[in-house]
C-alpha cells in the first residue's frame, strides 16, 4: 500500500479526540474531588474503628490507586505520585501498627489540599513530596518498586 502516514490520519478526527480528552481531563478534577473526601472519610474511620482496620486501609489502597492512575492519565502527576506513595504505605501497614498512622494522614491531607487547590505540578510539586518523604521514607525503603 502506497501513501504516507499523514494522509491516513484524519485531522478533524484527532481534533475531536484531543477535545474530548479535554473535556474528560476538566470532568476528572469533579471526580478526583470526589475521591479525595472519600479517602478523607475512610481514613477518619480508619482512625476511630481499630476492629476494621484491615478493611479501611484496603479500601484506602483501592482510592488512592484509582487517583494514582486516572491522575496521571489527566496530567496531574503530582496527585499520582503523592497518591502511588500512599498505596505503599496502605498496602505495607500492619493493620496494628500505629507507627504508619501519621504518615498515612499525611498523605491523605495532603493529597486532599492539592487536589482542592487544583496543584497538579510544577516547581512545588518536589517540595512537597520531599517533605511527605521525610516522614514516611524510613517505613518505605526497602528496595521495592512502587505498587502497580
Partial sequence: ???????????????????AVSSLAE??????KADAARLVACHERLRSDPHGRRHHLSEIFRIAHDIKGQAATFGFPLWSDIANRLCRLAKKCPAG?????????????????????GLGGGREAPLILAELDKGSSHLLHDG???ID
Fill in 1 to 19: 500500500m502506497g501513501g504516507n502516514a499523514d494522509s491516513l490520519v484524519d485531522a478533524d478526527a484527532v481534533a475531536r479526540a484531543e477535545a
Fill in 27 to 32: 470532568a476528572y478534577v469533579v471526580w478526583a
Fill in 144 to 146: 521495592a518498586s512502587p
Fill in 97 to 117: 501498627d500505629e507507627c504508619w498512622s501519621e504518615p498515612i494522614a499525611a498523605h491523605v491531607a495532603v493529597l486532599d489540599r492539592v487536589i482542592a487547590a
